[in-house]
Nanobody, 126 residues
Framework: VQLQASVGGLAQTGDSLRLSCAAS????????VGWFRQTPGKDREFVAA????????SYEDSVKGRFTISRDNVKNTVYLEMNSLKAEDTAVYYC????????????????????WGQGTLVTVSS
């Protein structure tokens, strides 16, 4: 599985950005997909995840109510809609996919993901 994230970008506090991540292959719908982010000197941090069918999601506390993860299994794409951006959202964002997994499960630990996109920089200025 190869994952290709869209280009991030520069935003101001309070703005919105949408990231997308397109997956190759025909098994996308069997995988949990997540977004993580990383800043210099820190470990990769969980942001959001979505189950195979999209019916179950999970968010890191600081993004709840501001970020929305969604997926389109026909287009093999996962999205991260980021609203009310804050300076502390500045990071390199990574999309990731698990190996095949049962329905209804979400994965929040980075080591639960087998495939990673290349990372895309989101910068939020105040």
């Amino acid at each position: 599985v190869q994952l290709q994230a869209s280009v991030g970008g520069l935003a101001q506090t309070g703005d919105s950005l949408r990231l997308s991540c397109a997956a190759s292959g025909r098994t996308f719908s069997r995988r949990v997909v997540g977004w993580f982010r990383q800043t210099p000197g820190k470990d990769r941090e969980f942001v959001a995840a979505i189950s195979r069918g999209g019916g179950t999601t999970s968010y890191e506390d600081s993004v709840k109510g501001r970020f929305t993860i969604s997926r389109d299994n026909v287009k093999n794409t996962v999205y991260l809609e980021m609203n009310s951006l804050k300076a502390e959202d500045t990071a390199v964002y990574y999309c990731a996919a698990t190996e095949g997994i049962v329905m209804g499960v979400v994965v929040t630990a980075a080591d639960g993901y087998a495939y990673w996109g290349q990372g895309t920089l989101v910068t939020v200025s105040s």
